[in-house]
Each structure stands twice: as C-alpha cells, then as structure tokens.
C-alpha cells in the first residue's frame, strides 16, 4: 500500500505570495491533517478534514486555509506569506476522524522557505 | 487541557532496553496516548498507542500507569537505527466538539554503539 505522498518535497517563495501544497492520502483513508514543524514551536496542528469538511482547527491565523476532495486528496493554501512561515509541513491521513482510536500515518512533508 | 512533558534528551547503550518515559497529568478518560517517534528529514513515524491497558507491538512496549496521568515507552533491544526523536501526544478538546493535537517537544533517543 503506498504511503502518503506529499508533494512538492521542496518550495521557495518570496514575501506576500501564496502558496498551495498538497497531499495525497494512503488509499481508504479519509482523514488528512495538516501540521507546521519549525525548530522553535515544534510540531503545530493546523486542521483536520474528513470528508471533504473541515472537522478541526489549530491556532493559526485565517492566511492557512484548506480543502479536501472527494478522493480524499487534500490541498493546504497559505496566502501573503511571512518569513516565519518558513517551516515543514506535514500531512497525515488516518482512517477514522481525528484520533479516534487509529494511528496518523504521516508524509514526508513539504519544506517550504520565504525569503 | 492535557499536555505532555518529556525529558528532553535521553541516551542507550545499544542492545539495552529504553524506557522514554511521558507525563500527561491533565488527560481525560477517554483520550488516548500515542507515540511517535522522527527521524531527521522524515516524518513522524507511528509506533503504538493506547488508552488503559499496557500494549505491545512488534516495535514497542507502552505501560501506562493506572491513574493514566503517565506513561513509559519501551524499546526491549535499541538499535543503532531507533536514535530519533520520540513524540507522546495526546489529542486536547479545542472547542465545542473540536479536537486539536498537542505535541510536545519531544525527547532525543541515542543509541550509543
């Protein structure tokens, strides 16, 4: 079964543009979350979709948004970037909502810099 | 809202056993602990969880004490390959019917040949 495959692996931008990651999840599994990793904050969640809605929200401001399709693929988009959204992003998928008693599965995450 | 406290940094003799251990002294009753575990560059890699009862997998042990505020990950015979950075996480109410994860910063694992 493949895993879940977050592309692109790498991505540079520059100050106030946008930004659309995506991630595709292991087949059958219909939730995908999202998380910002940088080496001050650790491991942040962003937001959790299960069934193409939005289940659950971090704490980050309205510039993180996403979506998820009907094949449970999952786009994440950050509008008019910051320096401090330089950051791995990483998604994962599971097969029951949120920590409902199955495991994350995580992608290798995208690493995003603005400069 | 539950959180985790991890030390953060721990060091094991290759072929010992560690034991990582995890504090989460506000869950709640129904939530569960997971633990994950990061290996540089890679992401974070699923190695077992529970709710009251002691598990085992083919990759680890996870004892949780009976009052659930705490609880130890055991790797029986640490390789070389097992150094990385160990997640406990538990998942915290947010809001009205809304969850968010909460990582804490994790505990360092080397294995010392």
């Known amino acids: 079964k493949a895993g879940v495959t977050q592309t692109p692996r790498y991505l540079i931008k520059t100050r106030g543009q946008q930004v659309t990651l995506s991630c595709s999840p292991i087949?059958?599994?219909?939730?995908v979350s999202w998380y910002q990793q940088t080496p001050g904050q650790g491991l942040q969640f962003l937001f959790e979709y299960f069934s193409e809605t939005q289940r659950n929200k971090g704490n980050f401001p309205g510039r993180f948004s996403g979506r998820q399709f009907s094949n449970s693929r999952s786009e994440m988009n950050v509008s008019t970037l910051e320096l401090g959204d330089s950051a791995l992003y990483l998604c994962a998928s599971s097969l029951l909502e949120l920590m409902a008693g199955s495991p994350l599965h995580f992608g290798n995450g995208t690493r995003l810099t603005v400069t | 809202d539950a959180k985790t406290t991890q030390p953060p940094s721990m060091d094991c003799a290759e072929g010992r056993a560690a034991n990582l251990p995890c504090n989460h002294s506000?869950?709640?009753?129904?939530?569960?602990v997971y633990w994950y575990r990061q290996i540089h560059s890679q992401g974070p890699q699923y190695i077992i969880h529970?709710?009251?009862n002691n598990e085992t997998n083919e990759m680890a042990s996870l004892i949780i004490t009976e009052d659930r505020k705490s609880s130890t990950l055991i790797l029986p015979h640490a390789t070389l390959r097992d150094t990385a950075v160990y997640y406990c996480i538990v998942r915290v109410v947010a809001g009205a019917g809304s969850y968010q994860l909460t990582f804490g910063k994790g505990t360092k694992l080397s294995v010392i040949p």
């Open positions: 087949s059958g599994h219909r939730s």
């Open positions: 529970g709710l009251k």
């Open positions: 506000t869950i709640s009753g129904n939530e569960y």
